[in-house]
Structures are given as C-alpha cells and as structure tokens.
T-cell receptor, first 115, second 112 residues
Framework: AQSVTQPDIHITVSEGASLELRCNYS??????LFWYVQSPGQGLQLLLK??????LVQGIKGFEAEFKRSQSSFNLRKPSVHWSDAAEYFC?????????????FGKGTKLSVIP | DADVTQTPRNRITKTGKRIMLECSQT?????MYWYRQDPGLGLRLIYY???????NKGEISDGYSVSRQAQAKFSLSLESAIPNQTALYFC???????????FGPGTRLLVL
C-alpha cells in the first residue's frame, strides 16, 4: 500500500522568504502526485499535479514542485511567500485501483506567514 | 456557482441519531468520494463510487453508509452517530480518467 509522509507539521516563514514543503511517498510503481492547499474554513484546492514527463511541475499561485524518483520525494516550493499563502498543505499520492483512483494523503503541513 | 456543493455546512447532533450529509456536483463526473478529515491525520477515504450502480468501501467505512441517488448526487449517512465521528467531511469528484479529484467545501460535524 502506498503512503505519504510530510515531515513538518508546522512551518513559519516571513513574508517574502522562500518556501519548501517536504513530501516523501512510498509506492511500488510510478506514482501520481498531488499538492492541495486548504485555507482556513475552506475545502481543498488543487495546486499542482505530476503524472509523467517533466519532473518540475508548475502550479497555481506561483507554486512549483519537483518529482525526484531516487529520493521518493515531491517537494513543494515557492520563491517568495505572500501572507495569503498561510494555510495547510497536503501532499497526496494516487494509485489506480479497481478501475478507479484512490488518493492517499499526508497528514498536512500548516504554514504560518509572519508579516 | 461551486462545482461541488455539500449540505449542510455545519451540523451538531447527539449520540445515537441518524444523520445524512449530502453532496451534489455539476462537473458531470462519474466518480464521487467521501473523506473525513481529523486534525493531524490528514484525509481518509470512507466510500467511493464509480457510477450509480457501483459503490466501494474505503479505508474507514465502519459506521457509515452511502447512497448514490444519481450521477450528480452522493450522500453519506451515519446510522447511529457517535462522538468519535466528530470530524470535517469532504466530498470529492473525478472524471473518467479518475486522476484528479475536486473537493467540496466540507461539512463540519459535531456529535455530542
């Protein structure tokens, strides 16, 4: 079974600083990987996804992530954080099971932004 | 209008009561999902449905049941609510390829 680890429960950065959120996965085949963001009181919004091809993927809101097979990682980055980026971020790995698509989520990383 | 809607958005109920959470979507997707989110645990899959006639248990289906009334509607029921079912519940949908899931705004449930 696949699993996802987000090692950092809570990260605090200053506005304008760079950001990297870590995600490690365990999956036997080539994974489908996702990052979602959950703002306070909101649902989950898809930031970006990796299925195949270029290992550096661009997403919305200026985020990007890089798939590194050798490290089983899919870290999320942003060069300059804005106060509105304060939210909880979830990494997820997808599998194809029984004809459908099941996501396994990490436990999330809460991002706080200092003005 | 939102593509995936959930009702109610908030609900307080008592132990032993039966409650239903509803999900509707206008994305035209065949696949629908119910998750629960608990602090520090991420999201866990309760049930998923490929189409109206196909329903499958997820990781934590005990204590829950579902109904797929139409392609666009997928309901989650707690037959006899208990306090440890207090959580945030999300509905999601995905298309035929199934790869990307789109989430509703969530229902916050408190069981007293």
């Amino acid at each position: 079974a696949q699993s996802v680890t987000q090692p950092d429960i809570h990260i605090t950065v200053s506005e304008g600083a760079s950001l990297e959120l870590r995600c490690n996965y365990s999956y036997g085949a080539t994974p489908y990987l996702f990052w979602y963001v959950q703002s306070p009181g909101q649902g989950l919004q898809l930031l970006l996804k990796y299925f195949s091809g270029d290992t550096l993927v661009q997403g919305i809101k200026g985020f990007e992530a890089e798939f590194k097979r050798s490290q089983s990682s899919f870290n999320l980055r942003k060069p300059s954080v804005h106060w509105s980026d304060a939210a909880e971020y979830f990494c997820a790995v997808g599998q194809s099971g029984a004809g459908s698509y099941q996501l396994t989520f990490g436990k999330g990383t809460k991002l706080s932004v200092i003005p | 209008d939102a593509d995936v809607t959930q009702t109610p958005r908030n609900r307080i109920t008592k132990t032993g009561k039966r409650i239903m959470l509803e999900c509707s979507q206008t994305k035209g997707h065949d696949r629908m999902y119910w998750y629960r989110q608990d602090p520090g645990l991420g999201l866990r899959l309760i049930y998923y449905s490929f189409d109206v006639k196909d329903i499958n248990k997820g990781e934590i289906s005990d204590g829950y049941s579902v109904s797929r009334q139409a392609q666009a509607k997928f309901s989650l029921s707690l037959e006899s609510a208990i306090p440890n079912q207090t959580a945030l519940y999300f509905c999601a949908t995905s298309g035929q390829g199934g790869e990307t899931q789109y989430f509703g705004p969530g229902t916050r449930l408190l069981v007293l």
